[in-house]
């Protein structure tokens, strides 16, 4: 995920998580902390998700445990980087990034299988969030659908064709042949004519009866949020992580999680590195904090992504932070996941970012 082109909003968490904890542990008598002493290094990401993660993960699994959690940051592509490096003495022993950066590593062996039977919570996980058979296990998630302009649709929109009514010619915002979301857009588009990833050529004929409707790429958010706003654009195909900064701000702007042909639900994850120079145990202890209801919780209200875990209420969360329902992904959709393969992706990616420029530019 390319967090950084993203504005963000500053967000605030409740404090106390971490005394509340210790606070339950010296009423059960639980006041040991049997790894007192140790230490485990993580890396994640920086920013918001980072300050959530120690929030809601990393400072409560130190209070319960004694360990003393050492944390580096960087995005997926550093973290990739950091794994091929120091894969004759890793010092990191968990790294959490995007989906991608466990396609990448795995196969190179540079990390090592997770025991799901050691970490309890992974059994509440959707099981597409299990990424090559324990490589990787979600901790949150992010979506792509259809966003619309609430003050010209009173209801959201049921299908990914709405993108191709002629009443919204120049009216629709689409991702760049670079990002992610052109490959969810080929596959909607295949999904739609009849096809799928594996056979995508109805998609792209599709696609390219899509070129009258476009208004632009999308490559700042601000800018489309605006148009949106003005009315210029009313459609646009994109994740909750473009426009939720803007539906807290009041925009007219809303996602559907209502397609009929599904949505595209990713996760980021988390990963243990082959020869990682800590205690598996603690490690697999820190994965099962990361992946409990709590934690999970937290990282919702504060992120305002979707949760891995299925017991996640998002309607009780909501009742306290009413818009968390209008960008959060409910587990109840998890069902509606479109899958993407993306292993047969790589192989054809340059292919499709060629074709989807001719569709829709050519």
Known sequence: MTRQKFARRDFLIAS???????????????????WAGKTLHVQFWAGPEGDNLTKNVVEPFEAETGVNVIIDHGVTNESIAKIRAQKDAPQIDLFMMDGVGVYTTAPQGLLEKLDLSKIPNAKDVDPNFVLMDGMGIGVFTYWTSIIYNS?????PPKSYEVLWDPAFKGKVAVPPSSDQGAMQLIVAAALLAGGNQQNPDPGFKKLAELKPNIHSFTTDYSIEAELMRQGEILLMFDGEMAVKDYIDKGYPIRLSFEPKEGIFITPDVISLVKGHPGQTEIAEAFINRALSIEAQQGLVKGLGYGPSNRKVDISALSTTDPKLRLYVVPPSLFDKNVLIDPFALAKVRQDWIMRYDEALKG
């Open 151 to 155: 003050n010209h649709f009173k209801e």
């Open 16 to 34: 106390g998580g971490v005394a509340a904890t210790l606070a339950a542990s010296k009423v059960r008598g639980q006041t040991s902390q049997k």
